[in-house]
């Protein structure tokens, strides 16, 4: 089964700034890969989704890209303000399948 | 929309004691899922159904019951509650998409119960 990476240790950064998250897996590589926000005592939120044949996705300031040579996505927040704290999560897809869950990086925006 | 309600909010259970959590969407959605969620694991999912009248078991089924009478909504039960059940759990609901391979895409979650296993 797949194992998902996302680093465990809070991630603080100042106002301003851009916010860089990594999800790594292992084995084969997903038919897609999602990235959700999860604030405190909330369920997680969907963000932004994006397919094994698409390198890059942009929504506002968030932008992900995913790259199957190093079996990596990284989540970018350009421009991060305090509102973006929260967890964020990258999720796993493969057809047929269930999606699989990282355990989430918290951001900590700083003003 | 109310999107996804869970009911109730918090919890606090008795080991050997039963309940039942549920979860209503008001999407139309084909797909729910029942998850757990506990520091440093991230969500797990415990059961999840395709459409009415059917589940299925995800990676920790062990200790619960699912069912789904109607389309809207996903019962999970734990018969016998044990400690190692204190946790958060969330529902979900999402489209099925038919595509090549069909698979689910966006995942829209409830609020969450936590529940407390004495």
């Known amino acids: 089964s797949q194992k998902i990476e996302q680093n465990s240790e809070a991630l603080n950064i100042q106002e301003g700034k851009t916010a860089t998250l990594t999800c790594n897996y292992t084995?084969?590589?997903?038919?897609?890969l999602q990235w959700y926000r999860q604030d405190p005592g909330r369920g997680p939120v969907f963000l932004l989704l994006?397919?094994?044949?698409?390198k890059e996705k942009r929504k506002e300031r968030l932008k992900v890209t995913f790259d199957t040579t190093l079996k990596q996505s990284l989540f970018h927040i350009t421009a991060s303000q305090p509102a973006d704290s929260a967890t964020y999560l990258c999720?796993?897809?493969?057809?047929?399948?269930?999606?699989?869950f990282g355990g989430g990086t918290r951001l900590m925006v700083k003003p | 929309n109310a999107g996804v309600t869970q009911t109730p909010k918090f919890r606090v259970l008795k080991t050997g004691q039963s309940m039942t959590l549920l979860c209503a969407q008001d999407?139309?959605?084909?797909?729910m899922y029942w998850y757990r969620q506990d520091p440093g694991m991230g969500l797990r999912l415990i059961h999840y159904?395709?459409?009415?009248?059917?589940?299925a078991k995800g990676e920790v089924p062990d200790g619960y019951n699912v069912s789904r009478l109607k389309k809207q909504n996903f019962l999970l039960g734990l018969e016998s509650a044990a400690p190692s059940q204190t946790s958060v759990y969330f529902c979900?609901?999402?489209?099925?998409?038919?595509?090549?391979?069909?698979?689910?895409?966006?995942?829209?979650f409830g609020p969450g119960t936590r529940l407390l296993v004495l």
């Open positions: 084995n084969y590589s997903p038919a897609y």
């Open positions: 999720a796993l897809g493969e057809a047929g399948n269930m999606l699989t």
């Open positions: 159904s395709v459409g009415e009248g059917t589940t």
């Open positions: 979900a609901s999402s489209y099925f998409i038919r595509r090549t391979g069909g698979h689910q895409e966006t995942q829209y």
């Open positions: 999407m139309n959605h084909e797909y």
């Open positions: 994006i397919r094994e044949n698409e």
